[in-house]
């Protein structure tokens, strides 16, 4: 069973959906710690009511964000994860951070990447005017939304869609589609060789596997 440490920022929604496929045996992993930058995440809370347990290290006490991330890696690293998640982590971390976890930090960003780098996703895709739009779940790597990527869910857009509309349809496919990556990590079919991200030794392609 993989160890698995969570990074948070707010409602936890992921985490919780990961916590569900490992309690439900369709992840060979647990979660061993969930982490925050801020206390009033409401993630933290939902994270203890599972028995999970939580740590919260502010980046407003740290002078650098290199400072921030030092003590960061010092604190997942006590947990001994085989396996960091971002899900909803709202911090750039430095390169020295993603190296330390290179082949072994997820992340989940709602955008079919390269498209959409950063943030306002949603917002973007609407006044872009296109016609679909989704999330992508990628290994991290020293660019922002820029590591290979392992496998994206397109929705629709409709419309008149609002914002909330188009990230209420994304979320859905998150949770759909993070576990399933997790657990390939933790079945060791999911690798990041060479810079490419590959499943059962089969590199994917730059947009990684499209699911249904």
């Known amino acids: 069973m993989k160890r698995i440490v969570v990074l948070i920022s707010g409602t936890g929604s992921n985490m919780l959906a990961l916590q ?31 028995g999970i347990d ?21 604190l997942i690293d006590s947990y001994q994860p085989d396996l960091v998640v971002l899900a ?27 498209k959409y780098k950063g943030i306002n996703t949603h917002q973007r895709a609407l006044d872009a005017g296109d016609e679909e739009h989704g999330v992508s779940v990628h290994f ?18 409709f419309d008149g869609d609002s914002t909330d509309d188009l990230q209420a349809r994304v979320h859905e496919q998150e949770h759909r589609i993070y576990p399933m990556v997790v657990n390939w990590f933790c079945q060791d079919r999911l690798k ?3 810079g490419r991200a590959t499943l059962e030794g089969q590199p994917l392609g ?7």
């Open 20 to 50: 569900k496929a490992c309690e439900e045996h369709k992840i060979a992993g647990r979660i061993v710690a969930v982490v925050s930058n801020k206390a009033s995440a409401k993630g933290l809370e939902k994270a203890a009511a599972k």
């Open 54 to 74: 939580t740590d919260v290290l502010s980046h407003k006490s740290f002078a650098s964000r290199e400072a921030y991330d030092t003590e960061l890696k010092t």
């Open 88 to 114: 909803g982590f709202m911090r750039i971390l430095t390169g020295e951070f993603t190296r330390h976890y290179e082949g072994r930090m997820l992340n989940i960003h709602p955008s079919l990447l390269p």
């Open 140 to 157: 991290v790597t020293e660019e922002l939304d820029g590591g290979p990527v392992v496998l994206q869910a397109k929705v629709p857009i």
């Open 192 to 194: 990041l060789e060479g």
């Open 206 to 212: 730059e947009s990684g596997y499209a699911a249904e």
